[in-house]
C-alpha cells in the first residue's frame, strides 16, 4: 500500500520530535532514534545537555519535512509516496 505524501508532511510536522512519520512510513529504527533523543533532551534539560539535542533533533526534522514536502522521501520498501 502506498503511502501519503500529505499524511507524512502532517506527521513530520506536528509530530516529527516523536518520530511518527518515521513509524508511518516503516523506518522504525530512526523512529525509535528520533524519539529517544526527544527524551533525553526534555530529561537533560536541566544540565543544559538536553537543549543540544532538541535543537539537533528540531533541525533533522525540519530537513526531513522538506524532503517530503519535495519528494525526496521513500517509505521502508523504496516507493515513493503517492
Known amino acids: 500500500m502506498k503511502?501519503?505524501?500529505t499524511v507524512a508532511?502532517?506527521?513530520c510536522l506536528f509530530f516529527g520530535?516523536?518520530?511518527?512519520h518515521r513509524f508511518y512510513l516503516g523506518?522504525?529504527?530512526i523512529?525509535?532514534?528520533q524519539l529517544v533523543?526527544?527524551?533525553v533532551g526534555?530529561?537533560?534539560l536541566l544540565f543544559l545537555?538536553?537543549?543540544f539535542l532538541l535543537w539537533g533533533n528540531a533541525i533533522w526534522i525540519f530537513v526531513e519535512f522538506i524532503l517530503i514536502l519535495i519528494g525526496k522521501t521513500k517509505d521502508s520498501k523504496g516507493n515513493s509516496l503517492s
Open 31 to 33: 523512529g525509535i532514534i
Open 42 to 44: 526534555v530529561f537533560t
Open 17 to 20: 520530535m516523536l518520530g511518527v
Open 27 to 29: 523506518h522504525t529504527n
Open 37 to 39: 533523543l526527544t527524551i
Open 49 to 51: 545537555i538536553g537543549i
Open 9 to 11: 508532511a502532517l506527521l
Open 3 to 5: 503511502k501519503s505524501k
